[in-house]
């Protein structure tokens, strides 16, 4: 059976903290592929266009041989919800035990999650500790298990582990802001992401 991970996002822009997630999660399960699945039309967001997200998604991941990109919600008209990506992914891999990564944020959210009650139970989440109000990792527990119990109280079962990897503040939100003004994100993203953001200007005022 093959271990494959499900790392969905805006990914607006892919930064160096989600490819640490993304590798982290290589070893310490061990993975043997994540998919990387940028949203198309995420719910509440308004993001960069797909195709810009997509090609420095191309960018940042080439060379990896265990990271795989999916255009899956790309082909879907309508709402990205989280529960549709699996169902289709899933059904193009068989004897799959399905991880889904996400950041501890969003697994704070997941019990009101569209048919969330259907996804908890299909894959084993893997959850990154993010540095939110100088959260430490045993703040980030301490939340995943005030999730579990949420779920526990729905009589829902959730297999969870957070990942071991250095708190670092860095943000799509963040860069997106020094774009805007006009201020460096080099060591933020790899440079052939910073190159292309330039080169397309966006997230700046001449945004395409």
Request: aromatic fraction near 10%; include cysteine; glycine fraction near 6%.
């Amino acid at each position: 059976m093959q271990h494959i991970g499900i790392f969905g996002g805006t990914f607006d822009p892919v930064h160096w903290g989600h490819l640490l997630v993304a590798q982290t999660t290589l070893y310490q399960v061990p993975l043997s592929k994540v998919i990387w699945v940028p949203s198309l039309n995420p719910p509440h967001k308004k993001v960069a266009l797909f195709k810009n997200r997509w090609e420095m998604l191309k960018l940042a991941t080439r060379g990896n041989s265990a990271f795989t990109l999916s255009s899956i919600e790309a082909k879907r008209s309508g709402t990205s919800y989280a529960i549709n990506t699996f169902m289709d992914l899933s059904s193009c891999y068989a004897d799959t035990h399905w991880y889904w990564i996400t950041g501890l944020d969003t697994f704070q959210t997941l019990p009101r999650w569209y048919r969330g009650r259907e996804l908890v139970q299909m894959c084993d989440w893997l959850i990154a500790p993010r540095q939110l109000g100088g959260k430490t990792t045993d703040q980030s527990e301490l939340i995943c298990k005030q999730v579990e119990q949420q779920l526990t109280q729905q009589s829902l079962t959730i297999r969870w582990q957070i990942l071991d990897i250095p708190l670092i503040g860095i943000s799509s939100s963040l860069i997106r802001r020094l774009c805007r003004e006009s201020r460096s994100i080099a060591y933020l993203v790899p440079e052939s992401v910073r190159s292309y953001i330039n080169t397309h200007n966006l997230y700046s005022d001449k945004s395409e």
